[in-house]
């Protein structure tokens, strides 16, 4: 995945939670998963319109 192991995965978490707090993860992965879809839904919509 993208060259990262777990030891790397993990420091990262590690400071997301403390420059966001732990109250906030959620929300912010949740809005990115919202945008990560909207884009795949409109590269999609953009190849059926090229069909």
Known sequence: M???????LL???LICLLIFGGAKLPEIA???GKGI????????????EKK
């Open 2 to 8: 993208f060259g990262i192991g777990m030891p790397e």
């Open 11 to 13: 420091l990262i978490l």
């Open 30 to 32: 949740k809005n990115l």
């Open 37 to 48: 879809n909207a884009f795949k839904k409109e590269m999609k919509d953009k190849d059926e």
